[in-house]
C-alpha cells in the first residue's frame, strides 16, 4: 500500500510564494511519472505540472515561468515551488503519482493541500 502525504499549502499574499511537497510512503516500489493538480471552486480538477523519472518536464500555460517542478528519488519526494502567485492560483493542489509495482503500474492521490492567495 502507497500513500501520498502533501504539505506546504497556506496562505500567501500575491506575488508571494508557496513550496509544496508530497512524499510516497510505503515500501516495494518505483515510480514513474509524478505530478500536480489543482481543483479551484466550482472548477474541475486541471493538471499543473509533471515530471517525468528521467525529469522531464510538462507545464499548464497559465503557470509557466511562475512555477517549478522538481523531485527527490531517492526521498520518493516531489516538489512544487510556486512564485508570482495570483488570487487565480487559489486551488486545493494534488500530487499525483504513477506507481510501479511488480509489472502493474497504478495512479495514486494525495489528499490535497489548499493554496490560497488573497491580500
Known amino acids: 500500500q502507497v500513500q501520498l502525504v502533501e504539505s506546504g499549502g497556506g496562505l500567501v499574499q500575491p506575488g508571494g510564494s508557496l513550496r509544496l511537497s508530497c512524499t510516497a510512503r510505503?515500501?516495494?516500489?518505483?515510480?514513474?511519472?509524478m505530478g500536480w493538480y489543482r481543483q479551484a471552486p466550482g472548477k474541475e480538477r486541471e493538471l499543473v505540472a509533471t515530471?517525468?523519472?528521467?525529469?522531464?518536464?510538462n507545464y499548464a500555460d497559465s503557470v509557466k515561468g511562475r512555477f517549478t517542478i522538481s523531485r527527490d528519488n531517492a526521498k520518493y519526494m516531489v516538489y512544487l515551488q510556486m512564485n508570482s502567485l495570483k488570487p487565480e492560483d487559489t486551488a486545493v493542489y494534488y500530487c499525483?503519482?504513477?506507481?510501479?509495482?511488480?509489472?502493474?503500474?497504478?495512479?495514486?492521490w494525495g489528499q490535497g493541500t489548499q493554496a490560497t492567495v488573497s491580500s
Open positions: 499525483n503519482a504513477h506507481i510501479v509495482s511488480g509489472r502493474s503500474e497504478y495512479s495514486y
Open positions: 510505503g515500501s516495494g516500489f518505483s515510480i514513474n511519472a
Open positions: 515530471i517525468t523519472s528521467g525529469d522531464t518536464t
